[in-house]
Every structure is written in structure tokens, then in C-alpha cells.
């Protein structure tokens, strides 16, 4: 096995933070339109983390003629996520906004993972560019993994299946294009579609620009940071459809996007994952509606509210419209099962994805016709396509992974002083990329009240889960430093 070229990784996290810095220094526009008094903070934290990011990029030499192997675009994606958190949680520290640096980290995080979870307990009063930040967060984060595969890791030399593997991109029905960084930017076309229009239909219904283009943001990232202390408990009807929709949307596969926006709705639509993804909210929004209707009194109320949880936690966004702990057990219940679900792959979701539980459902279905037809050749079948063995293998072990991994996480929070409730879904919710989860860390509450040490394995777990697991928990194995 080759050794591991940190010249190379420490190379690209110093262009992560780079990049990073553009994004501190756009932020400064916000500040001083809305002159709140962080503009300076903004330059400060751009100029600081360009700075690293650029000794970093002129240290680290990056030779051409060694090709990165798999092991070094791990501890990329690892290490970039940690630093560019790190810096990211400058201009919270800097405009005092959030003093503490554990709880500034878990903040940005949080945003950066696209996961939602908050430890701050009033939005409102944080100056305006700081509440743009916290959506921008969400935004650069949402696509971040895509963009880091299909058009730096090429540029490496790196084949890009090496981690788009890991978000099931496997299942994809078609290339968008045979070269990996022309299907970025048409990716990256999507994602700015599906922003701009939702912010255009939210101004259309009466929100103002500044939070129409942050909800937007957290939207089609699937992130969840508001800019309201109530979420959007407090908006219209019509509103609340409209970012259900998008969430929905963004709970696709974007390669799917890209094939509906060129007319290509046939093919878009016999998408296996895709059918099942439009049943399961179909039909747990009809249970929950039913089961909702004698607390709301009214079927639309009850409609809106159930399908609006259901889509916000399906596909990891995290948004609420309503304090679902108020509803029967037997709701709630189902909102915790729908935790474990996730979205489409190739979406800026997280979880473990409906095509995940797809083929294992249908692995264990053929495994059954073999024991009681031992003569039989039982064939695992995704999209028409045959599965092999290893793949098959391969997303077996995660499904199993995922799950031992939220029963240690739970069983950590609760060495934390969490309750089991709070501890497991503090657990699922952060390593799922979800935001709110129940009791102490529910709708209506936060997560400040968790200790440092609860705080910081959180930010462990969003990483964890963003990164799909089995890329950051290879860091902790003997093999993998192994020449």
C-alpha cells in the first residue's frame, strides 16, 4: 500500500481555506448594507483564514507525478471539513456573538454539515451578516463533497468514484457528462436554480429579500438555520408550502434535476429511488395527517403541519412549522422512525438514503428465495441494473455501521447527562444531518444546555455523518497508516 502524501492533503485543505475566505469577505457586502458593525470582523476572519490557507498552499508543495490515493482524498474531505470549521467560527468569536469557542465550533459545524443543530437560544438579535453567514454556511456546505470530487480531486488525478462511491452515486442512472467537472457545474447550475427561485417565490409571498435568500439557502443545502427564533412556526401557509416544496426538492437526486430541467421526465421519473422516495412521504403524511387531525381540528392545518415535518426530517432539513412534541406518542413515534431514513442519494441530504434500504430489502428478499429455493439464481436488481456482491457487501456493512454507531452516540450522550430520549436523538439527529430532535434538544429547544465534551462529540458525529462514516472512522485504524 502506498504511503500518505500530507504535502498533498494539507495542499488542498490551504485552496479549502482560500476559498473559504471569499466567502468571510462576500459576507462583508451584507454587513455593510445592513451597517450592523461587523464588517470589520468579516475582513479580520477573511484575511485571517486566507492567510493560513495560503502558507499552507505555498508550504505544502503538490508534485503532479504522485497520484493521490484513496487514503489521501480521505483525509481531505476530513481535514478540510474540521478547518474550514475552525476558521469559519472566527466571526462568531470575533463579533462576540457567540464567545465561547466550543459553542462558536458546534455552530458552524452544524451549518458547514448541513445538519441545523444551534446552541444559540435568540437568533434575532445577532447582526445581520451574522445571520447570513450562518445560512451561507449551509449553502457552501450543501454541495461542498460534490464540488470537492468532480472538480478539485480530478484536477488531482483522483478517478472522484473513490468518494462519490461513498454518496451512493453508484445508483446514479445516467452520467450527466463524461468529463466529472463539466457534471459539476451543471450540478452547481441546479443548486443556484433551485435557490434562486425558491427566494423569488418567498419574496413573492411577502418575506422579506434578507430572509427569503437565508431560508433559501438552508433550504436547498438541507441545512435549517433560520433566522427566526421560531423557525417557521410563525410564516404563512403559504410560505411553509413553498419551502416544503423545495425541500422536497432538494431531497432529490440532482443528477435527476439536471435530466427533468433538459426534458428528460420519462427517464427522471421510472428513477427506482425516486418512486420510493414520492411513496414514503406520500404515505406517512396521509398516517400522520389522519393521526394529527383530532389535535388540529382542521384537515388542511393537519396536512400541512404532518407533510411539513415529515419532508423537513426526511431529508435532513430540519426546519419545523410546528412543536411536534405536542402531538399523540404514536406521532411522535413515527417522527423519530423517519429520522433514520434519509433522502435520495446524490441529494444535499443526509442520512442513509432510501436506495441503501432499497437494496438491502431486496438482498434480504433474494436471500429468503434461495433458502427455499436452493436451485434458483436470485439476482439483486437496482434501476434494471444487477448489483454485485461487493457492492451489495459494501452498503450492508454501512447500514450496520450507521446503526452501532448511533447506539455508541447515544449511549455517550447519556454518559453526558442526557436523558434516553434527548440522548438518542441528539445522536440520530446530528449524525443524520436533521437539527432538532426531542426532548432537551426538540423543536423548541437547543442545544445549549449540553456540556463541552457533549458539544464537541456531537461536532464529531455531524462530521462523521457527512462524510458518510466509513472515510472518518478509517482515520482511527492501524491499516490505514500502514505503508
Not at 303 to 308: A, G
Not at 351 to 370: N, P
Not at 426 to 447: D, H, K
Not at 450 to 477: D, Q, Y
Request: with cysteine; net charge positive; hydrophobic share 50%.
Amino acid at each position: 500500500m502506498r504511503s500518505i502524501h500530507f504535502s498533498v492533503v494539507m495542499h488542498i485543505v490551504g485552496l479549502c481555506l482560500m476559498l473559504e475566505s471569499l466567502f468571510l469577505l462576500l459576507t462583508t457586502l451584507i454587513a455593510i448594507v445592513f451597517n450592523d458593525g461587523t464588517m470589520l470582523t468579516f475582513i479580520e476572519s477573511a484575511g485571517i483564514s486566507f492567510l493560513f490557507g495560503f502558507i499552507l498552499f505555498r508550504v505544502c508543495k503538490f508534485d503532479k507525478q504522485k497520484t493521490p490515493t484513496i487514503k489521501d482524498s480521505f483525509l481531505i474531505v476530513t481535514f478540510s471539513w474540521v478547518f474550514i470549521s475552525l476558521f469559519g467560527s472566527l466571526p462568531y468569536l470575533l463579533s462576540r456573538s457567540i464567545p465561547n469557542f466550543v459553542d462558536a465550533f458546534f455552530e458552524t459545524v452544524s451549518g458547514f454539515t448541513t445538519t441545523g443543530s444551534s446552541i444559540l437560544t435568540d437568533i434575532e438579535v445577532l447582526p445581520k451578516a451574522i445571520q447570513f453567514w450562518r445560512a451561507e454556511t449551509h449553502w457552501i456546505g450543501g454541495m461542498g463533497i460534490i464540488a470537492l470530487v468532480v472538480v478539485i480531486l480530478p484536477s488531482l488525478k483522483v478517478t472522484g468514484n473513490q468518494l462519490f462511491s461513498a454518496e451512493g452515486a453508484f445508483f446514479s442512472t445516467e452520467k450527466i457528462h463524461p468529463r466529472l467537472i463539466d457534471a459539476a457545474r451543471r450540478l452547481w447550475l441546479v443548486y443556484i436554480i433551485l435557490t434562486l427561485s425558491e427566494t423569488l417565490l418567498l419574496m413573492f409571498a411577502k418575506m422579506n429579500w434578507f430572509d427569503a435568500v437565508c431560508h433559501s439557502f438552508a433550504t436547498v443545502a438541507t441545512g435549517g438555520f433560520s433566522t427566526k427564533n421560531t423557525s417557521i412556526i410563525d410564516y404563512s401557509p403559504t410560505i411553509q408550502y413553498i419551502i416544503t416544496f423545495f425541500m422536497f426538492l432538494s431531497g432529490m437526486n440532482f443528477v435527476l434535476h439536471f435530466m427533468i430541467f433538459t426534458g428528460r421526465f420519462k427517464k427522471a421519473f421510472r428513477d427506482e429511488e425516486l418512486k420510493y422516495y414520492i411513496a414514503i412521504v406520500l404515505i406517512i403524511t396521509i398516517i400522520l395527517s389522519y393521526n394529527n387531525y383530532s389535535f388540529y381540528k382542521d384537515i388542511e392545518t393537519s396536512f400541512r403541519q404532518s407533510i411539513f415535518q415529515i419532508v423537513s426530517i426526511i431529508t435532513a432539513t430540519g426546519f419545523v412549522s410546528a412543536n411536534y412534541e405536542q402531538w399523540s406518542q404514536v406521532s411522535i413515534a413515527i417522527v423519530f422512525f423517519i429520522m433514520f431514513i434519509g433522502a435520495c442519494t446524490g441529494s444535499t441530504g443526509g442520512g442513509i438514503k432510501i436506495a441503501r434500504y432499497t437494496v438491502v430489502l431486496k438482498s434480504i428478499g433474494a436471500q429468503f428465495k434461495r433458502t427455499l429455493h436452493p436451485n434458483c439464481v436470485s439476482i439483486v436488481k437496482y434501476n434494471k441494473k444487477s448489483i454485485s456482491d461487493k457492492v451489495l457487501n459494501n452498503i450492508s456493512s454501512f447500514v450496520v455501521i450507521y446503526f452501532l454507531t448511533f447506539v455508541v452516540g447515544t449511549f455517550i450522550m447519556m454518559g453526558m447527562g442526557l436523558n434516553v430520549s434527548s440522548a438518542a436523538s441528539s445522536s440520530i439527529t446530528t449524525l443524520g444531518g436533521i437539527g432538532p430532535g426531542l426532548g432537551l434538544v426538540g423543536p423548541v429547544n437547543s442545544f445549549a444546555s449540553i456540556n463541552n465534551g457533549g458539544k464537541l462529540f456531537l461536532c464529531f458525529n455531524m462530521i462523521l455523518g457527512r462524510l458518510e462514516i466509513i472515510s472518518v472512522l478509517s482515520l482511527f485504524t492501524k491499516s490505514f497508516y500502514k505503508v
